[in-house]
């Protein structure tokens, strides 16, 4: 992989910071994020369906969806849309049902590189240093990876 | 006061944690957080008009409202409500509109003392140590203050 994702994971801090940047326009991988039938294709670890709920990608809007696992295994997660801003912003909440109240306040930038390549830059702000690890633990670089890993497929494609 | 705010502002953490007990059964307190036309009437610092131009305190709602001051200076403040439970706890998305983006996660407990007693519980996480700061500096601590002593003399009466 030449575009690699990059985790930055703060001893001590609540958050997580990452970079992946994408060989397709800023506009196409938005509305990679905006369209919740490219969404299912690409969000999560390698072998899981995902169904989405709901999918309203705008300022004051929210999500839910359900990433199952090849034994039926569902794992659903939620959250709401505090601001979205085509082509450069998103911000929404996240929560992993299966960790109540759990929430994490997530930062996605969308940045134009030129020459039609784009970085997305993202800061995931969790509720306590603790819940930060035990998200990190649980495997959740490896899902990232794969998940920007079909994104760049589906985008280069 | 007896029901002083308490607040705990962790050097080098994103964080602010606050309690602050009330003379009023949790229904009370929480409806007076649910209700708009309640709500106008404590929340902020004295001396300042509030108009919620939208306040959904539910599960998936939002808020935006106006503090304006003696002279007429206007301050806007947005977010949504990723989680409400009646009487138990409140989780919003808060931001100063002065300061685009500064977005910060609020936990807020509403715990049961016995005895028509109420404690507030909360966290604000905000994106950075440096925002964290700065609405510190902002004169939060005097604000939340000034309307937890209106919203105990409402909830009392």
Redesign the interface.
Known sequence: MTNALHLDVPA????IDFTREFDAPVAAVFEAHRDPAIVVRWLGPHGYEMVAERWDFVS?G?YRYVHRDPEGNEYWFR?????IRENA?A?Q?F?FEGMP?E???E?LWFEDLGGGRTRLRG?S???TVEGRDAMVASGMEQGMSEGYDRLDALTAG
Chains 1, 2 share one sequence.
């Open positions: 001590g801090a609540p958050w004051g929210g959250g709401v849309f505090h601001t912003f911000l909440t929560e109240d929430v994490a306040l930062f800061r702000v969790g509720r």
